[in-house]
Each structure stands twice: as structure tokens, then as C-alpha cells.
């Protein structure tokens, strides 16, 4: 016997409380990631993060949802994250720091992360651990050969931070596909220390 709320394949069985008849079922489509990247644990790390980071006033923060029908769609919070990294707001800035690092596959991803990035290059108050964190990912990414779209975005953002002491790593790395190489010419281009241009 289903309760209210409860989950049937892609299915939410509604239960009328008056007489615990089956009012109607309202399919679901929720663009926001699994598990940590769900609608519910984002919002959950935001109100973390803005406690252990003294975020005043607290943003509300919560997926937008459409209905027509029997059908529901869940919009991904990360729209919001991104709008409070714009807005200088620290718990959403270690959101997108945390986002960008995903390897795993997103409804709108490839946009929801290069947007990411974008807001993040624009936040003057990046931490030194945050900038740490944020090239190590980058240079992570181009060494494997993981380059997809997004990381256009990503290049850009490490060329606004500087690539600190990856330099040897990044001219030393064999590119292991096209998209690799061509983000390997574009760091040696314009991320190159005063030192490594004098050579």
C-alpha cells in the first residue's frame, strides 16, 4: 500500500487523507543532479555553509517547480547558487567550488557549470584554499584529458586566479587528445610566469 508521497518507479501516488483513496499520480521531472547534488542536499549544505561562514541575511534557496497536470517539473537550484555567487554570497561560492569539481554527468551541465565558473571568475573574495582547490581541479582535468565543454570556462577562471606553482605540470604534460592540446597552447599562452616569458 502506497503512503502519500511515496515513489512508484518514476511515479508520486497522492493519497487523499479523507478516505485513503488514490486522488491521482503526478509524474516528476526533476532536473537536479543525485544524491549530494539532489534539490534537498543542496539546500541543505547552503544553510551549512551560511551558518559556518556568518552569511546574513540567508537566502532562500529552493528549487523552482513548474506543474501542468499530472506533471511536475523541479528546476535545478543550482540557478540560485549561481545568482548568489553573482551576489558575493560565500555559502554559494563553496557550492560552486564543490559543483565544478564534479565529474559526473548533470541535467544542463555542460551550462550549469560553465555559468559556475563565470560567476566565480567575477568573486573577488576567493580564499587562498579555494584558488588551491580550483587549480588543482583545472590541471587535474587537462592532464587526464578531460576537457569537455565547460572547461573553456574553467581556463578562463585559472588564467583570472593564476595557476600558481602548476606551471611545470602544465608544460610538461603530454596532451592526450585534440581538445587537451589546444587547452595546453591556451594556458602557455597566457598563464606563463614573468620567469618562464624571459626564456
Same mark, same amino acid.
Given at each position: 500500500?502506497?503512503?502519500?508521497?511515496?515513489?512508484?518507479?518514476?511515479?508520486?501516488?497522492?493519497?487523499?487523507?479523507?478516505?485513503?483513496?488514490?486522488?491521482?499520480?503526478?509524474?516528476?521531472?526533476?532536473?537536479?543532479?543525485?544524491?549530494?547534488?539532489?534539490?534537498?542536499?543542496?539546500?541543505?549544505?547552503?544553510?551549512?555553509?551560511?551558518?559556518?561562514?556568518?552569511?546574513?541575511?540567508?537566502?532562500?534557496?529552493?528549487?523552482?517547480?513548474?506543474?501542468?497536470?499530472?506533471?511536475?517539473?523541479?528546476?535545478?537550484?543550482?540557478?540560485?547558487?549561481?545568482? @548568489? $555567487?553573482? /551576489?558575493?554570497? !560565500?555559502?554559494? =561560492?563553496?557550492?560552486?567550488?564543490?559543483?565544478?569539481?564534479?565529474?559526473?554527468?548533470?541535467?544542463?551541465?555542460?551550462?550549469?557549470?560553465?555559468?559556475?565558473?563565470?560567476?566565480?571568475?567575477?568573486?573577488?573574495?576567493?580564499?587562498?584554499?579555494?584558488?588551491?582547490?580550483?587549480?588543482?581541479?583545472?590541471?587535474?582535468?587537462?592532464?587526464?584529458?578531460?576537457?569537455?565543454?565547460?572547461?573553456?570556462?574553467?581556463?578562463?577562471?585559472?588564467?583570472?586566479? @593564476? $595557476?600558481? /606553482?602548476?606551471? !611545470?605540470?602544465? =608544460?610538461?604534460?603530454?596532451?592526450?587528445?585534440?581538445?587537451?592540446?589546444?587547452?595546453?597552447?591556451?594556458?602557455?599562452?597566457?598563464?606563463?610566469?614573468?620567469?618562464?616569458?624571459?626564456?
Amino acid at each position: 500500500m502506497f503512503r502519500a508521497g511515496h515513489r512508484a518507479d518514476n511515479l508520486i501516488v497522492r493519497i487523499n487523507p479523507n478516505d485513503g483513496c488514490v486522488d491521482r499520480t503526478v509524474t516528476p521531472h526533476d532536473y537536479n543532479g543525485p544524491g549530494r547534488w539532489s534539490a534537498e542536499e543542496i539546500v541543505r549544505r547552503y544553510q551549512a555553509y551560511a551558518k559556518r561562514f556568518h552569511v546574513s541575511p540567508v537566502r532562500n534557496i529552493e528549487p523552482d517547480i513548474s506543474r501542468k497536470g499530472d506533471q511536475r517539473w523541479v528546476y535545478p537550484v543550482m540557478y540560485q547558487i549561481i545568482d @548568489g $555567487i553573482k /551576489d558575493g554570497d !560565500p555559502a554559494c =561560492v563553496q557550492i560552486g567550488i564543490e559543483f565544478i569539481g564534479e565529474d559526473q554527468g548533470f541535467p544542463f551541465g555542460a551550462i550549469l557549470k560553465s555559468n559556475t565558473a563565470r560567476a566565480l571568475r567575477q568573486f573577488p573574495g576567493l580564499t587562498s584554499g579555494q584558488m588551491a582547490t580550483i587549480r588543482a581541479r583545472v590541471v587535474g582535468m587537462l592532464l587526464t584529458g578531460i576537457v569537455p565543454r565547460e572547461y573553456r570556462e574553467y581556463s578562463k577562471l585559472l588564467r583570472k586566479i @593564476g $595557476i600558481g /606553482d602548476h606551471w !611545470p605540470r602544465i =608544460v610538461s604534460a603530454t596532451p592526450r587528445n585534440h581538445y587537451a592540446a589546444r587547452a595546453q597552447a591556451y594556458f602557455m599562452r597566457h598563464c606563463a610566469p614573468a620567469e618562464a616569458k624571459g626564456t
